[in-house]
């Protein structure tokens, strides 16, 4: 026997939240509900139960009768019902579930108040909540780790509480009486959404989008490019994707789209900071001296392509070194590696349309891939004086949040317009990027000193610094492949 009662499941709610409400009615653990309530094969696990057992959005390990008996609702068909609902509009997407509700949860600081997280708020086509428009976390706001949407004790102690204390939730003083809660929806791209019927309509209208950037906002916003794409250039994807001419062509795509945004930061933002750039990309510095303060421009530009192009380190050894490396993925090679797996996944969803045009297909790709790159630029500028000065680089998963937020909010809708064209209208949302103070982003090697000493500077590398060693093991020598090491290590993420 449980401490339950059916209206404390809301609308749109998540096992989740319902799982953390019935942990904290019953001062049970996590674990002890999957083992009282799943199904046989659960039940007879004598070792750990793996995550995939803990998912919670088709709760497949659970006994079905025996979890509507205890919660008396049927809490698999209410799953159903709202996750199909959710993708209607977007049936015809072939994606795994957790492309669609991750499996790190997201959830509104207001509405979890009140013991309640929603599938509005795990759906990754919705960033703020629809009832109290605030942006969604997907964080513990304290340790900054996040917090599996799963029936998990991984990231969480007690109901509603990370393991580093944080409670996202306190019922102190108030009681269960909250968790019955009227829920009023009032964002309006929300609620089209949900009244829509199916949008990608296989012979009238197809939506093209980058998951991870995507939302319903989209559609709400008019078009802000409109052009038209013959249909008689419509192709057999499949025979294409088989041809050298495919992966040649996607490759020299990408590699121009690159080379474009390369030449453009280095002509209108680098134009003054090129002898900088050499002095980092080099490690460059006066016989006997330390390495000089890193310009900032250079340090933006520098772990820019770096990490844009996933090359193995961030410096060249020697000026004819060639720094693009192609990366291979899918049997398609790209310049851009970091983000060869979002270029895929519109390849992927463009390819299960009956709209696979040659020229469509280049002009979406390129877009992505000329805005991204650009704002990705502007990301590295925009920790550049802070990283530069300690000589030090953020850490990896900085690193992909910063790829997040540089991936363009935009979504592509094509139609057949009656005649022969395919016409695609672009919807998107700016990608805000605020440098903040850039007026304070000072170059510090821009002195008639510097200037004048960069032409005795020389590159002394890693490996150009155990080759002095090699041919005179001095003590000196040895001090400085020290002292290189060092600095490259603090630069290395």
């Known amino acids: 026997m449980i401490v339950w009662r059916r209206d404390w499941i809301n609308d749109f709610e998540t096992p989740w939240s319902v799982f953390e409400k019935v942990c904290y009615a019953n001062h049970v653990g996590r674990t002890d509900i999957l083992k009282k309530l799943g199904d046989a094969e659960v039940k007879g696990i004598k070792s750990l139960v793996g995550d995939k057992r803990r998912e919670l959005i088709k709760l497949s390990s659970f006994n079905p009768q025996q979890l509507e008996d205890i919660l008396n609702y049927d809490l698999i068909g209410h799953n159903k019902k709202i996750i199909s609902k959710l993708l209607l509009p977007i049936n015809n997407f072939i994606e795994r579930d957790v492309i669609w509700f991750p499996i790190k949860l997201q959830w509104c600081e207001q509405c979890i108040q009140f013991g309640y997280h929603s599938w509005l708020h795990q759906f990754a086509l919705i960033h703020y909540c629809p009832s109290h428009q605030t942006k969604l976390l997907d964080s513990c706001p304290s340790c900054q780790n996040d917090i599996p949407f799963l029936l998990s004790d991984k990231r969480l102690g007690e109901p509603f509480t990370c393991t580093c204390g944080y409670r996202l939730a306190n019922f102190e003083g108030r009681g269960w009486t909250d968790w019955k809660n009227s829920i009023e929806l009032v964002d309006n791209s929300v609620i089209n959404w949900l009244e829509q019927d199916v949008i990608n309509d296989e012979q009238n209208t197809y939506l093209i989008f980058n998951t991870a950037a995507a939302s319903v906002h989209l559609l709400n916003l008019a078009p802000i490019i409109y052009s038209k794409f013959r249909r008689e250039e419509t192709i057999d994807y499949q025979l294409y994707a088989k041809s050298n001419e495919y992966q040649y062509n996607i490759y020299k795509e990408n590699e121009h789209c ?28 006066e016989e006997g001296e330390n390495f000089p303060p890193i310009c900032p421009f250079a340090y933006a530009y520098v772990f820019w392509k770096h990490t844009l192009l996933k090359n193995d380190r961030f410096y060249i050894e020697g000026r004819k070194e060639d ?97 022969v064209n395919l016409t695609v209208e ?48 001095s003590k000196e020598n040895k001090l400085q492949r020290d002292y290189v090491e060092a600095y490259v290590s603090r630069l290395t993420i």
């Open 258 to 285: 690159f080379r474009n945004i390369d030449r453009y930061i280095k002509s209108k933002i680098l134009y003054k900071h090129r002898e900088c750039v050499r002095i980092l990309q080099e490690l460059k510095k």
């Open 323 to 419: 720094s693009i490396k192609l990366r291979q993925y899918s049997g398609l090679k790209f310049v851009t590696g970091l983000i060869q797996d979002h270029i895929i996944d519109i390849l992927n969803k463009i390819s299960i349309s009956n709209y696979f045009n040659k020229n469509l297909v280049h002009w979406t790709i390129n877009r992505f891939t000329t805005e991204f790159c650009l704002n990705y630029f502007y990301q590295w500028l925009n920790i550049a004086k802070k990283h530069s000065e300690a000589i030090t680089t953020p850490s990896w998963t900085e690193v992909l949040k910063m790829v997040e937020n540089s991936l363009p909010k935009s979504l592509y809708k094509i139609q057949l317009d009656g005649s």
């Open 426 to 473: 672009l919807f998107a949302l700016p990608n805000i990027i605020i440098i903040e103070n850039l007026e304070n982003v000072k170059c510090k090697l821009r002195t008639k000193h510097v200037r004048k000493s960069y032409r005795n500077m020389k590159s002394i590398t890693p490996m150009m610094a155990a080759m002095r060693i090699f041919d005179n093991p």
